[in-house]
């Protein structure tokens, strides 16, 4: 393993791509010879809101479910949907698939992921919780179910995602139906930036 440093000053996702690849590309310390290698490109999105319930090939109605869902996510879904467009730019005409982070939670009823606020908070607002680290709940689902040589809808499982950030998930027959994360990644278990429920 050699460490290469590089910081040039950039201003924008599509040039640091750019010179990402560049060094993706290079004869000495490059991993892959040609842009052509590269099958697909996977991109982790925070926020797909209820519109978003599985991994889905990038398109321009992914790509506005995306913008559409920035109020919810604001921090990430603005350079996630840069990071697609750079590599949309950089890779042309290679595939991009969105893996959305809520998506696994979108199996929730609507007593676990509705508050008990005035209903109108939901419909106006899409206020609900919409449950995080969705990619890593999944497949802990899914390597619990296969340590155990079962299927995963056939399990009872509580998942934990135990890090800087923190969230658990139950799942029932592979489908969640709660978890401790809601309308942002602020809610549940105490983490590393973040203090978990608070009594208001």
Partial sequence: GKTIEDSPKMDNYTEVFARLC??????EVG???????????????????????KPTLVDNNI???????IPLGPLHNPPNLAGIEACEEFFHGIPNVAVFDTA?????????????LPY???TKYGIR??????TSHQFVTKATASYFNK?????????????????MAAIHKGEVIDTTMGLTPLE?????TRSGDLDP
């Fill in 104 to 116: 696994f939670h979108q199996t929730m009823p609507p007593e676990a992921y509705l508050y008990a």
């Fill in 63 to 69: 790509k506005d479910i995306i913008r559409e869902c």
């Fill in 31 to 53: 991993v892959i010879k040609d842009k052509k290698e590269v099958e697909a490109i996977g991109h982790r999105v925070l926020h797909g809101g209820e519109k978003a319930t």
């Fill in 120 to 122: 109108k908070y939901y």
């Fill in 22 to 27: 560049e060094k993706l590309l290079d004869p």
């Fill in 188 to 192: 549940g278990l105490m983490m590393g």
């Fill in 129 to 134: 919780k919409y449950g995080f680290h969705g």
């Fill in 151 to 167: 299927p995963a809808s056939s399990m009872n499982i509580i998942t934990c995602h135990l890090g800087n950030g923190c969230s």
